[in-house]
């Protein structure tokens, strides 16, 4: 008897901000169970190029790498339309491209607000729009990449927060407006993986410990949540699944 098929094969799948991090441990998973992987990257060419190359290797023409600003609206609506002409379709949007960094009240400028709701909320929305006619056509799914802090705010990052908590409104407002036809869903990762530029080890002890796991957990995990979304939930659409070890439930050290 021949193995069943991977459960996504031959779906298209676009990621944004797929070349580092959570990204390409997320395009990984779902080239693993049999999509074809379309890597969105800004500035980080070289790493797309070398997840694109291992992911071609193992199963030939089944990625391709897309470079575009989503500060730029021209550049960003055209995306699937690329990605469409390149893998012939498009299934899966995951929206996960994000900036962050702290922006204390009393010193954010207006250019920190525009480039922190840009990326974290107008580019999920208007990628989204420019998505839709085929996500439609084809029973799609729109995925996106929230935070634990758009639902508890964490000190000194308010623009992140409101943002991230923007997201996962817009999710709510989408999956109702474009049902049934598409679902839309987001996962909201707490501590997964730490900022690139460092947390200080007491910190990060401080925050373990005030999850209910009493543990970090990985991109892994975010990755099989998207997985799960995307294979084992075709009746789930307007949800925000937070994979955070209860750190949203786990209050303080005890």
Not at 31 to 50: F, I, L, P, T
Not at 178 to 183: A, E, F, K, Q, S
Not at 230 to 251: E, M, N, Y
Request: with cysteine.
């Amino acid at each position: 008897m021949p193995a069943a098929a991977p459960p996504l094969k031959d779906k298209v799948v676009l990621i944004t901000g797929a070349a580092r991090r959570i990204g390409a441990v997320i395009a990984q998973a779902f080239h693993a169970e049999g999509a074809k992987v379309a890597v969105h990257y800004h500035r980080s060419a070289a790493e797309a190029g070398r997840l694109v190359a291992a992911m071609n290797t193992e199963r030939p023409a089944s990625a391709a790498a897309f470079g575009a600003d989503l500060a730029d609206l021209a550049a960003l609506e055209a995306l699937p339309s690329s990605v469409i002409a390149t893998l012939g379709a498009l299934d899966v949007l995951v929206n996960n491209a994000s900036t962050f960094y702290p922006t204390p009240v009393g010193k954010i400028t207006p250019a920190q607000f525009e480039d922190l709701i840009g990326t974290n909320l107008r580019a999920p929305l208007f990628l989204s729009q420019a998505a839709a006619p085929e996500l439609r056509r084809r029973n799609g799914l729109i995925l996106n990449i929230a935070d634990i802090h758009a639902l508890r705010p964490l000190g000194r990052h308010a623009v992140y927060c409101a943002a991230k908590a923007a997201l996962v409104m817009l999710t709510q407002s989408l999956a109702r407006e474009l049902g049934p036809d598409i679902r839309v869903n987001a996962i909201a990762p707490g501590p997964v993986m730490w900022p690139e530029n460092g947390v200080d080890e007491d910190l990060r002890r401080r925050i373990v410990a005030r999850t209910a796991l009493k543990r970090s957990g990985s991109p892994d995990d975010v990755a099989r949540a998207a997985i799960f979304f995307a294979t084992d939930a075709p009746f789930v659409t307007g949800q925000v699944l937070a994979v955070d070890g209860g750190r949203l439930i786990g209050g303080e050290d005890r």
